[in-house]
């Protein structure tokens, strides 16, 4: 039971560069997340999938995109990198939205030049 | 917008001594939940409180609900070296995990 596995765990991007980070879980979660974390800033969320076929913005979407692709995963895209975006991203998934806690991958460290 | 007040940032402690963490916030939260983020990986859940006043004990750790429902607090007793990490609060509003607002963390180290 890999619970939320997140590809690549590192990726250098040049400024204007894309890049899809993707994440899976095997738990049968309906609602799956996409943070980024950065020093001193805690998590913050950038889109979030209540469930299948449905996807919101978070706290920070600008710069990004999703794509819940089926139950088991979501994928977050990124179409012309900024430094800004340098960051670690988490993905994470819960039973549904209301009280189940989340799991969390175990991220990807990203850097844009 | 809301938001968490997590202190002490970071914490140098002794192995063997108790240590105590706090969240407040000017808002009102229905859940608080008390992570550890471990280097290279995740945040891991140590404990959730969904009813103000609730005291919920994890083996060391005990965390407890504010009656205010505005604050939360996690205490490691007996620390030993692998209590290392940082611990993240977080606090959701109306039951949906979509509205999870996370403190700034707590760094802590364990001197053995």
């Known amino acids: 039971n890999a619970g939320v596995t997140q590809t690549p765990k590192f990726q250098v991007l040049k400024t204007g560069q894309s890049m899809t980070l993707q994440c899976a879980q095997d738990?049968?979660?309906?609602?799956m997340y996409w943070y980024r974390q950065d020093p001193g800033m805690g998590l913050r969320l950038i889109y979030y999938?209540?469930?299948?076929?449905?996807?919101d913005k978070g706290e920070v979407p600008n710069g990004y995109n999703v794509s819940r692709l089926n139950k088991r995963e979501f994928s977050l895209r990124l179409e012309s990198a900024a430094p800004s975006q340098t960051s670690v991203y988490f993905c994470?998934?819960?039973?549904?939205?209301?009280?189940?806690?989340?799991?969390f991958g175990n991220g990807t460290r990203l850097t844009v030049t | 917008g809301q938001q968490l007040n997590q202190s002490p940032q970071s914490m140098f402690i002794q192995e063997g001594e108790d240590v105590s963490m706090n969240c407040t916030s000017s808002?009102?939260?229905?859940?608080w939940l008390w992570y550890k983020q471990e280097p290279g990986e995740g945040p891991v859940l140590l404990i959730a409180?969904?009813?103000?006043?609730e005291l919920t004990s994890n083996g060391r750790l005990t965390a407890q609900f504010g009656i205010t429902r505005k604050d939360s607090f996690l205490n490691i007793s007996a620390s030993i070296p692998s209590d290392v990490g940082i611990y993240f609060c977080?606090?959701?509003?109306?039951?949906?995990?979509?509205?999870?607002?996370f403190g700034k963390g707590t760094k802590l180290s364990v001197k053995p």
């Open positions: 738990m049968n979660h309906n609602s």
């Open positions: 409180l969904y009813k103000a006043g």
């Open positions: 999938s209540a469930s299948e076929g449905t996807t």
């Open positions: 977080a606090g959701q509003v109306g039951g949906s995990q979509g509205n999870l607002i």
């Open positions: 808002s009102i939260f229905n859940t």
């Open positions: 994470a998934s819960s039973r549904d939205r209301q009280n189940s806690p989340l799991h």
